[in-house]
């Protein structure tokens, strides 16, 4: 078993800036792809951000040159750092990851239980 555990949100006033973090744990053979989504209210689950283990990123448009995405693969753990930050950024943010169980096994995807972002003067 996998568990994602997201931490960092808050609220934070337009123009300001946050941060998250997420921690994997358990058994597992390797992370690939680690990534955030966010979901504000009403709205599809969407995708922020991506990083390859090897460092590649990819990200959403809207967040293109405000939001950084990082991992540290020895820690299992991946970051986003949000600056700039607007009132539609705001929604629960969560934490994915592809984790290959065992050296056999293809890749399952795990979600963290999120982590509530609000960007409100």
């Known amino acids: 078993q996998v568990q994602l555990v997201e931490s960092g949100g808050g609220v934070v006033q337009p123009g300001g800036s946050l941060g998250l973090s997420c921690s994997a744990s358990?058994?597992?053979?390797?992370?690939?792809?680690m990534g955030w989504y966010r979901q504000a209210p009403g709205k599809q689950r969407e995708l922020v951000a991506t990083?390859?283990?090897?460092?590649?990123?990819n990200y959403e448009d809207s967040v293109n040159e405000r939001f950084t995405i990082s991992r540290d693969n020895a820690k299992n753990m991946v970051y986003l750092q949000m600056s700039r930050l607007k009132p539609e950024d705001t929604a629960v943010y969560y934490c994915?990851?592809?984790?290959?169980?065992?050296?056999?096994?293809?890749?399952?995807?795990?979600w963290g239980q999120g982590t509530q972002v609000t960007v409100a003067s």
């Open positions: 994915n990851a592809e984790v290959r169980l065992q050296s056999w096994h293809g890749l399952t995807n795990y």
């Open positions: 358990g058994r597992f053979f390797t992370i690939n792809t």
């Open positions: 990083i390859t283990r090897g460092g590649r990123t």
